[in-house]
Nanobody, 116 residues
Framework: VQLQASGGGLVQAGGSLRLSCTAPGRESIFNSDVVGWFRQPPGKQVELVARTGSTGATNYEDSVKGRFAISTDNAKTTLYLQMNNVKPEDTAVYYC?????????WGRGTQVTVSS
């Protein structure tokens, strides 16, 4: 089941965005114990930026610590990424997937563009 990300857009540096990720049919976002947000900057490889477990534990890549927050709704059908104080280097296509990622779970990403 592919996961679909949404909520991206064009934002000025220092601004905020909230990304959302859902599975079709409002299924649980947790196909495994850990899910996360990934991003692919222009011309670069995909990288993991934040992850959360079904118990609520979270972990962040160093460059987004203190600025991004990963969370789920109570029903665990939607995964969020709150992005605050965004920087031009946050420009990327953002995806959600299991951690480690599964090939069959990559879905439509959402473009985030941060202008300086």
């Amino acid at each position: 089941v592919q996961l679909q990300a949404s909520g991206g857009g064009l934002v000025q540096a220092g601004g905020s965005l909230r990304l959302s990720c859902t599975a079709p049919g409002r299924e649980s976002i947790f196909n495994s114990d850990v899910v996360g947000w990934f991003r692919q900057p222009p011309g670069k490889q995909v990288e993991l930026v934040a992850r959360t477990g079904s118990t609520g534990a979270t972990n962040y890549e160093d460059s987004v610590k203190g600025r991004f927050a990963i969370s789920t709704d109570n029903a665990k059908t939607t995964l969020y990424l709150q992005m605050n104080n965004v920087k031009p280097e946050d420009t990327a296509v953002y995806y959600c997937n299991d951690v480690p990622p599964r090939a069959d779970r990559w879905g439509r990403g959402t473009q985030v563009t941060v202008s300086s």
